[in-house]
């Protein structure tokens, strides 16, 4: 019996060994995960900061049948870079020494009225292309003064070429520079190009949209078949250039018409260049313009109003800025039956506003209903004054009328239209 109470003994003394090898191993591996950490956070603030890297983004054609074309948009000006010699100390150069300790690079103001600032222009041609374009036609879009800048509203460059092989008539829309912003809020453009071939009108072509640019880079080509080289003689073309607006009709810039008459192309591609000049579009009043979208549900039997922007709106404080909301008034058989208005937009004649109101319609289609629309600013210590005024419904005539029939005809669909405001 002496053995058996021998061996209890040694086998009440194990958890007691196991516990302090436990405690020991636990401080072990704490100290080291300590060490560790300490080791990590020294080395990282011994280390220079990671290299930001800096995209340039270029205009990349990105049509498929210019993929596999050796010449891509943009490699004649990396050239250009590779073998001109150092550049001032203002261009695009980024020295990796005098980044800070964050690893971002000190800001640099550059002057507005530097010169190297002032000769910098978009490079798309190449240099056989150079060549053929004439001193005249560069002159002319080179030397405006400042009134002709701000009266001109950019030029257009193309070309023209016949392939007799193919019998197709090629154009090559390049670039335009210059382009006035159609957004006032942002002073820049969404452009693209209409293209036209008059008198018959059958081929219709237009570029892809390019945001937010006043030099837009296109070098899209477009090729016409099926027109004999006899015929060119007798054709025009219609140039549209346009500003993309996502809310409404796109705005138009401008146009540019090139008769064909008497421009040789058997010697190859013909470069050319023409100002862009104003198309013949109707003018706002002195009221201004209301950007409407209408939808009538026949289902529900509810209309939609949604109030999106104004321009143009006059000068009605005597800082020359005004206040501007909107107020939506519904009217049945000429009694207002409902009203809503708009959040102000403060010290704008150009205001965005984006907001919907939805009006329950008390009798079956829209007959005996019109909505009136009063454009105001806001003023806080005497009464609010009236902008402008726009009424819509079945009475209403010219712009109005029609934009009230169309939602009438096309219900369930939203259909939007600027209208000029009147005196209220």
Sequence with gaps: MAPIATSREEFDEIPTVVGIFSAFGLVFTVSLFAWICCQRKSSKSNKTPPYKFVHVLKGVDIYPENLNSKKKFGTDEKNEVKNKPAGPKNSLHLDLEKRDLNGNFPKTNLKAGSPDLENVTPKLFSEGEKEAVSSDSLKS?????????????????????????????????????????????????DPYIKMMILPEKKHKVKTRVLRKTLDPAFDETFTFYGIPYTQIQELALHFTILSFDRFSRDDIIGEVLIPLTGIELTDGKKLMNREIIKRNVRKSSGRGELLISLCYQSITNTLTVVVLKARHLPKSDVSGLSDPYVKVNLYHAKKRISKKKTHVKKCTPNAVFNELFVFDIPCEGLEEISVEFLVLDSERESQNEVIGRLVLGAAAEGASGEHWKEICDYPRRQIAKWHVLCDG
Aim: a negative charge; charged letters at 30%; hydrophobic letters at 35%.
């Design 141 to 189: 879009s080179t030397s405006l003064t400042s009134d002709e800048k701000q009266e001109k509203l950019g030029t257009l460059f193309f070309s023209l070429e016949y392939n007799f092989e193919k019998k197709t008539f090629v154009v090559n829309i390049k670039e335009a520079r210059g382009l006035p912003a159609m957004d006032e809020q942002s002073m820049t453009s």
